[in-house]
Each structure stands twice: as structure tokens, then as C-alpha cells.
């Protein structure tokens, strides 16, 4: 029966109809109304069976996992927004590779991105070797190497919001993976004192 309000989905998505979310909540309600004050009031000891635990919960659970989806659906059209709702992982969203992602900035798979580099200032200097980036929208991978002494990282962000970062380390070189949309994000060492001290730059996505 779950297999079958899942094939809804699409429909629900596509039509935009609330019809199916009405039809669906109020069958909730009439089933809760039935077991709370007819069954339960007349049968105390109703179910009598596992086989008829089992249906009630059985029916129970689709009714509310239908009700939810159809929610979702006709609110929405998203289908990765609904296959989180049922337990799934929605398509896309940012992947850090050596790296940390936080929620952020991003849609579905894109088409476009590209790759770019960037590295701390190698003499000690608590600077980024450039000041500023330009990156493709989609699915960007930053390479960020650092051989200066101190230890540095390379944190995304966009105003106050972390979108990814890469760990924080000397000696080599880490790459970080995430989705961007078309703006002006900020990147910097988060590693206290550093970025007060102008370890920053802009990163701008078109």
C-alpha cells in the first residue's frame, strides 16, 4: 500500500491539485473518529488479533504517510522535498571531498562549475596569494594548497553562512566540492586571528 501513495507523487507534484490532501486528511480524521469513539467505546477489547493490530496499523500508516505526501506534493511540486519527508536523500546539495560541507547555497545537479585553485601566502604572511576568484555556476572544486608555516584552512561562505571548509592543516594541498549559484561569496582562514588579520577574498559566481 506504501508503494502505491509513493506512484502518487509525480501526480500530486504535477497537478498542484489540494483536492487529494483534502480527501486524504479527512479520511484520517473519520478513521481516528472511528477507533477513538464507535469501535473503541463499543469493542474495549478491539483488536481481538495481531492480524487486526497489524491492520489497524497498517491502515493508519498510510493514511498519515499519504496525508504528509500530499502535503508536501501540492504545496511544493518537489520531489527531492518529498523524499525527505518519507526517510530519502534529495538529489544534489553540497559535497565536501577533504573537506566540510554545511547547508548552504544550492539547487540539483548542474550541467556547469569548473575548477579553480587558490593557496596561502607560502612566505608566512597571513594572506591568500589572490585576493579574488571567478567561478562558473554549479558545481565548483577549489584546490587549496598551503606550504606557508602557519596552519591555514579555506572556508566558504555566503554573508555569515558557512557553506563549506576545507580541514585545517600545513604542508600540502586539500580540494573542497560545492554548489554555487550566481553571486558573490566570501572565503577566508577561520583559524582564529587570521582572518582579522585580512586572510580573506571574494569569490564571485557567474
Known sequence: MISAVLHLV???????????????????????????????????????????QRGVMAITAVLVLGTAIAAVATSSGDHNTVSAVIGGT?????VGTGGTAAPGSTASTPTTGGTISESAEPSGA??????????????????????????????????????????????????????????????????PGHRQAGMQGTLTVS
Open 10 to 52: 509525480p501526480v500530486l507534484g504535477a497537478t498542484k491539485s489540494k483536492v487529494p490532501f483534502y480527501i486524504l486528511a479527512g479520511a484520517l480524521a473519520l478513521w481516528a473518529l472511528l477507533l477513538g469513539l464507535v469501535i473503541a467505546v463499543r469493542r474495549p477489547d478491539f483488536p481481538t488479533s495481531a492480524t487486526g
Open 90 to 94: 534529495p538529489a544534489g546539495g553540497n
Open 126 to 191: 597571513l594572506a591568500f596569494t589572490k585576493p579574488s576568484l571567478h567561478a562558473t555556476a554549479g558545481r565548483v572544486t577549489i584546490n587549496f594548497a598551503n606550504m606557508a608555516p602557519e596552519m591555514h584552512n579555506m572556508t566558504i561562505a555566503s554573508g555569515t553562512t558557512v557553506l563549506a571548509a576545507t580541514p585545517t592543516f600545513t604542508g600540502g594541498s586539500k580540494t573542497l566540492s560545492l554548489t554555487l549559484k550566481p553571486g558573490t561569496y566570501v572565503f577566508y582562514c577561520s583559524v
